[in-house]
């Protein structure tokens, strides 16, 4: 199955399909098309896997999708064209330029918790990148899986586009096929099993992962503001009554976990005596619902599951320091997160933390917005991942930079020719420091070789 | 021992010694330093391990690898600067930045076992010169199949550098097995594809991304409308005058059609010999072949009789000497180990097609190669070749200059490898290019916090939708909150 798909989209692609920019273009208005057609389906099925609230839906995957289609159909025209870059006067007279070709046949392989954006946005780049495509949806949210796998045919070409839905095995005889990208969502663990898959093949790889995000709160700031801003990201206590209520289980807008197995690993991160105690605020779960209500800690020992590995939940720990530029040392001392945060009003403190804190991006002063903007690269670093994405980035994820120079027959320098004397090495020395002398001495043919 | 080095690179990187960038200036001085001071020893060692003419050393090394510093140089105060980009309406109030940032401790293996590269000395210092650049502490691990190259390493750079954040591992497969088990922020492999898988997976455990620099068959298409003297010219000091063959992007193979490959075949001749008189064996300025493990595997090629019989000039060899002379043959058949490896040596095949179009499908059965060449007048022909010719990199009328041009990224895709170097592209190879966006507590849109009601809905999408009466009514705090 697996081999028949790699097949048919190598068939299609060498048959040039995906090649004009026409034919990207029309896919990508397609997708424009079946995001505001559908956008009550996507929106159900969002709800379905992770009790989303279509508000979230909508800011967070529906509308970025939509976004991000827009925002390839503008660029495509410029990123499709050649790139002119100076020549070398070492090769005078020429022309350089840097050519963006598609790799070819790409995978991608999506997350469960944006189910809808986290498929839909690579996909969008291969396109844009002239790609043929095949998108392999998380099974762990099955009904926006099955939707990709009934809409996607009904609005792109099923040729140069297919979906393949499935579990760890259909995963597996994927990644044994050639590929000439595989983009990866999702964790640490697998990521490694997806690049010692991609290695067997030479398949570039873009790893898209996570880690524990930190926020550093300073003491100078508008807390209310902050605070506000965290908890739409994370929970506290008094902002978190405001957003959902008394009885949070029972607010219409929060997700719940996605299924049992995490609510499981979710709700064992807090079993331990010495975490339970930490709780300042929340704590109640609904095991029927899958429903964890926003919770806060104080100081949890730095030894505990729920302070060494990323938590993906409800759970928000707070760390307490003397000073808060310890704040940073604290985080460098982990793996590279995939966002930091940091809010504050001192420059000093918010220039530290840029300059030091190695991250796949991060914000002063709010949370998550940078994957937003799609002039800025989305992407790990470390063991939060490789390659980064969005905007031009996602195009360029999914593209080969030819170098091409082109020269004609003119501007014959003998002097590099065998055999080597003396003479010639002091012309092309010359001509290599730059000397204007060498280069005119090069040009007419000097020193002059018997035809 | 690995694991010593790669400990005090992490301690001397953990300090910062490697992020001002006076300091990464200071090595950059320094290696251009050691170039011109030890002009005479690269030279020396380079003609030791390859029998290299001086003027190919000075070409095609010292003086890329002197070019790559001055480069660096020049553009580090700016590529070290943050990139501003637009900030989003959606954003508002807010700047956006992307900034390089060293990935931190980064291994450069030079080829361990085939092929190596032309440019030994290039090929290990450019990446290291980028490396240094981005601000990383970097191990170098040259090649010890060219171990005099490798003990001038190991000699001379503890003498110029800070060796606290740059030292060489000299060694062959146990040094390097043990170097890919440690955790590295960045791995930078030249050499063959069979190794190449061993490295990414070895890269995989610790999710170290690779930049691979391999090779393929860089076929060169000789169209009848040419210059043909130019271009025979061209093509021979890019085959020959290059290590002998022995170069990533030599050209391997030649396809003309079947009506000019007389003409260019006597073109050759002519050339081979003018350049390496008649009996190239006893020429200085061709360099030998690396190592008689080499030898032999290039002498195999031609042994089968139907390989053999196809040789229409050259095929002399010296054992003793390691030398073989530049050879051409002429539609030996497509199913030997000649026509379907990299050669990696001085034997040119020749492949003819009824017509030049042909040539095009050919190239593209095979694997994608590092680099692609042409030789034509013809406009369409350039442009098909351009646009539908997958490789690395690729000239038209000329060969293998372009890794001359620091403006143009230099590497591989597909089987040829993945990742680039060169310029600025060393450079952002080495480097982590991490988004920052800033913002003010101002231009509160209460509009995006719970509870979710149609009346904020309907502001955001205004907002996401570009109304400009829906940024007013979300900057202004509509719907008011109670505080």
Redesign the interface.
């Known amino acids: 199955m697996a081999a028949e798909v790699a097949r048919e989209l190598r068939a299609s692609f060498a048959a040039g399909r995906t090649r004009p920019v026409e034919w990207r273009a029309a896919q990508l208005r397609a997708l424009v098309r079946m995001i505001e057609e559908k956008e009550g389906d996507i929106s159900a099925a969002l709800h379905a896997d992770l009790a989303k ?4 839906s ?2 967070h995957e529906i ?1 970025l999708a939509k ?1 991000s289609c827009t925002f390839a159909l503008k660029g495509m025209k410029s990123w499709t064209k050649p790139e002119k ?4 006067i ?2 005078f007279p ?1 022309t ?1 330029q ?2 963006s ?1 598609p ?2 046949v790409v995978l991608v392989i999506s997350a469960w918790n944006y189910p809808f954006l986290l498929s839909i946005d690579p996909v969008i780049g291969a396109i844009a990148a002239g790609n043929a495509v095949v998108l392999k949806p998380s099974e762990i949210a099955p009904a926006t899986s099955s939707l990709f796998a009934k809409l996607l045919p009904e609005y792109v070409d099923n040729s140069c586009i297919k979906v393949v839905e499935g579990g760890v095995e259909e995963t597996t005889a994927l990644l044994e096929q050639k590929w ?1 990208k595989i983009f990866y969502t999702g964790s ?1 663990t697998v ?2 099993v997806v ?2 898959a ?3 093949h ?1 398949t ?1 790889v873009a ?1 898209e ?1 996570g880690g524990k995000c930190p926020v550093i709160v300073d003491s100078n ?2 807390l ?3 605070i ?1 801003r965290i ?2 990201g994370g929970f506290l206590k008094r902002v978190i009554e405001r ?3 008394e009885d949070p289980l029972q ?1 219409a ?2 997700s719940r976990i996605v299924n049992s197995k995490h609510f499981n690993r979710l709700t064992s991160l807090v079993e331990e005596k010495k975490v339970a105690d930490k709780i300042v605020y929340g704590g109640q779960t609904d095991e029927k619902q899958l429903k964890i209500a926003p919770t806060v800690l104080v100081d949890v020992p730095l030894d505990t599951a729920l302070m060494t590995a990323e938590i993906f939940g409800p759970y928000l720990p707070i760390i307490t320091v003397e000073k808060i530029e310890e704040s940073i040392d604290f985080i460098n001392s982990k793996t590279k997160p995939l966002a930091a945060y940091l809010f504050t ?1 001192n420059k000093k403190l ?1 220039d530290d933390f ?2 030091n804190v ?9 949370v998550a ?2 994957l ?7 992407g790990g ?3 939060s ?4 994405y969005h905007g031009k980035f996602s195009f360029d994820c999914f593209t ?10 003119g501007g ?1 320098a003998t002097a ?5 004397t003396t003479e ?2 002091k012309i ?2 010359g001509l ?1 420091n730059g000397s204007f002398i060498a280069l005119i001495l090069a040009l007419l043919g000097f020193p002059k070789e018997k ?1």
């Open positions: 609230p279509h508000m979230e909508y800011l509308s976004a870059v100076p020549a070398a070492t090769t020429s350089a840097i050519v070709e790799l070819g000439d640490g990521a490694r690049m010692a991609a290695a067997k030479l570039p790893l992962l700031v508008d209310h503001v902050a506000k908890a739409v957003f959902y209520g607010s807008d929060l009003k918010q840029v300059a190695p991250a796949g991006g991060m914000l002063v002063n709010d917005l940078h937003a903007n799609p002039h800025l690269p989305f670093v470390g063991e991942g490789m390659g980064s080969h930079k030819k170098a091409v120079l082109i020269r004609g027959f014959e590099r020719y065998p055999p080597y010639k090495q092309l020395r290599i035809r």
